[in-house]
């Protein structure tokens, strides 16, 4: 690739999420829990020509790995994405997201009246479908294209 290429800068240390489905990078920082205050560097592209996909969105994140919960919902919304950890700039490690069964954290159920939405809330825990996920507790089901929307805001896993 040639600088002019090039638009986004590499990074040091962290976790680069290549191959995102073009138009989610904003949900994967919102899965990741970033909102900037924070204090992370944070670099995205969005809707960048790839080789292999057409389009893509890109997301840099110095100094974070990832949790699994964290990878499990994001194979929701960005089921082709490449996980990359950096450690001194050079690519240490590569994996693709993989389907799950089941995601546990991080989504929230859209029934107040659920359990995992309570004074002492359990933790959430979806049942991967099809074209959805299915609350272990309560059995609502939130259909693939609403999934971003019931991401829990402070990102906890
Ligand atoms: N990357 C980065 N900072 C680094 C090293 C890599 O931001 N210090 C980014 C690259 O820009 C790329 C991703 O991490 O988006 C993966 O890097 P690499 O494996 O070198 O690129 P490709 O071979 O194109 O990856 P793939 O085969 O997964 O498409
Ligand atoms: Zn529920």
Redesign the pocket.
Known sequence: MTDKELR?????DGT?I??VTAGQALNVLAILGIDGSGGESVSIGMNVPSD?VGYKD?V?VEGRELSQSEVDVLSLIAPEA?I?I?RD???AE?NRVEQTDTVRGILVCPNHNCITNADEPVRTEFEVLGDGVRCAYCDTIIREGDVAEHIDARGSG
Do not use: L
Not at 8 to 12: A, D, F, T
């Open positions: 986004v800068s590499k990074i040091r680069v290549d191959h292999k890109v840099k490449t990359n950096i700039f050079e690519v590569k």
